[in-house]
């Protein structure tokens, strides 16, 4: 498996947290003054429009059907969006998942930037998308283009030291550094630790490097007591081996 950390699921490793608590001396009693703000940190692996390096992958990385969703001029965004939600919904396919247009490959974006992208739940196939599409296209929706992805799913976690759960989240939000690497993110305060969901395009190690640095400062500790760990069970994709091959599952367009 390719992944060099994979840590534990963020839920068992906050019960075991727990435990721990009760063990350090510090506590949170005393709240640790706010460090200056960090410069963001420099990405070297940064892939542009190309799928990241990643060797966070198996059960963090998942294969899934994406659509890009073209306005019609004048459009309003949202209704198409909350529109595809409901059919979704009453058509069987369940949840759609916003996401950042940087899921697609490469060679979509070169033509298409969709101010709409909407990733379907898992199992569903890019040709399951397509006939969706064809029979809910929103009447306000010009073009759409369906396509397979990868995507990262997956939630960090941290125990803080010396700062409570709510002053970690005060503070990695004032330095920005998950904004810049993560673009989205849902950050939820447990009563023991901090957790950050993200699920979007894949993420590089660099930039799972930096975010695992900024909660890390943010929580008086250090990076590797930051856990990485999958959202949902199975297998994955694991990509040690290479990338696998999405294009045999050809992307359908329509207008």
């Given at each position: 498996?390719?992944?060099?950390?994979?840590?534990?699921?963020?839920?068992?490793?906050?019960?075991?947290?727990?435990?721990?608590?009760?063990?350090?001396?510090?506590?949170?009693?005393?709240?640790?003054?706010?460090?200056?703000?960090?410069?963001?940190?420099t990405i070297s692996d940064d892939a542009g429009d190309e799928l990241a390096t990643t060797t966070?992958?198996?059960?963090?990385?998942?294969?899934?059907?994406?659509?890009?969703?073209?306005?019609?001029?004048?459009?309003?965004?949202?209704?198409?969006?909350?529109?595809?939600?409901?059919?979704?919904?009453?058509?069987?396919?369940?949840?759609?998942?916003?996401?950042?247009?940087?899921?697609?490959?490469?060679?979509?974006?070169?033509?298409?930037?969709?101010?709409?992208?909407?990733?379907?739940?898992?199992?569903?196939?890019?040709?399951?998308?397509?006939?969706?599409?064809?029979?809910?296209?929103?009447?306000?929706?010009?073009?759409?283009?369906?396509?397979?992805?990868?995507?990262?799913?997956?939630?960090?976690?941290?125990?803080?030291?010396?700062?409570?759960?709510?002053?970690?989240?005060?503070?990695?939000?004032?330095?920005?550094?998950?904004?810049?690497?993560?673009?989205?993110?849902?950050?939820?305060?447990?009563?023991?630790?901090?957790?950050?969901?993200?699920?979007?395009?894949?993420?590089?190690?660099?930039?799972?490097?930096?975010?695992?640095?900024?909660?890390?400062?943010?929580?008086?500790?250090?990076?590797?007591?930051?856990?990485?760990?999958?959202?949902?069970?199975?297998?994955?994709?694991?990509l040690s081996g290479g990338v696998p091959d999405l294009d045999d599952e050809s992307g359908h367009?329509?207008?």
């Amino acid at each position: 498996m390719g992944a060099r950390f994979r840590g534990v699921g963020y839920t068992l490793a906050l019960l075991l947290v727990a435990f721990a608590v009760a063990a350090w001396s510090g506590g949170w009693f005393g709240t640790a003054p706010v460090e200056t703000p960090a410069e963001a940190a420099t990405i070297s692996d940064d892939a542009g429009d190309e799928l990241a390096t990643t060797t966070f992958d198996g059960p963090m990385v998942r294969k899934r059907a994406a659509i890009a969703v073209h306005p019609a001029k004048g459009a309003d965004r949202a209704h198409i969006a909350a529109e595809l939600r409901a059919a979704a919904k009453s058509d069987g396919l369940g949840e759609l998942s916003d996401a950042t247009f940087a899921v697609f490959s490469a060679d979509m974006l070169k033509y298409l930037v969709p101010e709409v992208t909407l990733v379907l739940p898992e199992g569903v196939t890019v040709q399951r998308a397509g006939a969706f599409m064809r029979d809910h296209q929103p009447a306000d929706v010009a073009f759409f283009v369906t396509q397979t992805v990868l995507v990262h799913d997956i939630t960090f976690a941290v125990m803080p030291n010396g700062v409570t759960p709510a002053e970690a989240a005060k503070r990695q939000d004032a330095e920005g550094i998950l904004s810049d690497s993560l673009n989205h993110y849902v950050t939820s305060v447990q009563p023991a630790g901090l957790t950050v969901r993200y699920f979007g395009a894949l993420l590089s190690d660099g930039q799972i490097g930096a975010v695992r640095e900024a909660m890390a400062r943010a929580s008086g500790t250090s990076a590797d007591r930051v856990t990485v760990s999958a959202n949902g069970p199975g297998p994955g994709v694991e990509l040690s081996g290479g990338v696998p091959d999405l294009d045999d599952e050809s992307g359908h367009s329509g207008h």
